[in-house]
């Protein structure tokens, strides 16, 4: 049962334009969502969240939209680096018992010159 | 401040041998998680610990023991590698702000033969 749904296994971009990452889930109890940016051999880091109170957030190139209704959140880019290609992870918060989080299994990005 | 650390980068071990991952954190975070990486599965959740001296079954528990040594320290044991325990590991903390933020360490590889 996946929780959190990144369908889209890859994405190619031209620098410069427009990167969107999408992210679909399930559960209605989840009350934060969290991007994560993965290059190969390093750990995760954290990249922009959003509550579930909020519609966007925004930082720098980096834009997170979420429509509660619809259950999808989307990570915009703008413009995209060849710097950005990395493996990109969606995760969600639950509002109930301990703050795990349940992750998405990752959008690769490939921004090209 | 070296973050979350992991020891060791790499190991392969052959069928039946046991092994413990280290993770180490020096960020003062109470709480810390093991997880694993797959190839299309994202990030799962083994164990994680809420405080120093107590720890909780994740996702996928089975075939791991956890031991928080004190604050700082996390470790994951395997007591007989199988080789469905081929995968990358990461051991995180979390910070105790709202935003309630993971950092990840740069990982393990594990391959069991």
């Known amino acids: 049962d996946q929780q959190v749904k990144q369908n889209s296994p890859s994405l190619s971009v031209q620098e410069g334009r427009i990167s969107i990452l999408n992210c679909d889930y399930t559960n209605s109890m989840f009350d934060y969502f969290l991007w994560y940016k993965k290059y190969p051999a390093e750990g995760p880091t954290f990249l922009i969240s959003?509550?579930?109170?909020?519609d966007k957030n925004e930082d720098g190139r980096f834009t997170v939209f979420l429509n509660k209704s619809a259950k999808h959140l989307s990570l915009h880019i703008v413009p995209s680096q060849p710097g950005d290609s990395a493996v990109y992870f969606c995760?969600?918060?639950?509002?109930?018992?301990?703050?795990?989080?349940?992750f998405g299994t990752g959008t690769r990005l490939l921004v090209s010159p | 401040n070296a973050g979350v650390t992991q020891t060791p980068k790499f190991q392969v071990l052959k069928t039946g041998q046991s092994m413990t991952l280290q993770c180490a954190q020096d960020?003062?975070?109470?709480?810390m998680y093991w997880y694993r990486q797959d190839p299309g599965m994202g990030l799962r959740l083994i164990y994680y610990?809420?405080?120093?001296?107590?720890?909780d079954k994740g996702e996928v528990p089975n075939g791991y023991n956890v031991s928080r040594l004190n604050k700082r320290e996390f470790s994951l044991r395997l007591e007989s590698a199988a080789p469905s325990q081929t995968s990358v590991y990461f051991c995180?903390?979390?910070?105790?702000?709202?935003?309630?933020?993971?950092?990840f360490g740069p990982g393990t590889r594990l391959t069991v033969l």
């Open positions: 960020m003062n975070h109470n709480s």
């Open positions: 959003i509550s579930s109170i909020k």
């Open positions: 610990s809420a405080s120093e001296g107590t720890t």
């Open positions: 995180a903390s979390r910070t105790e702000n709202f935003y309630n933020e993971q950092f």
């Open positions: 995760a969600a918060r639950s509002n109930t018992g301990f703050q795990k989080l349940v």
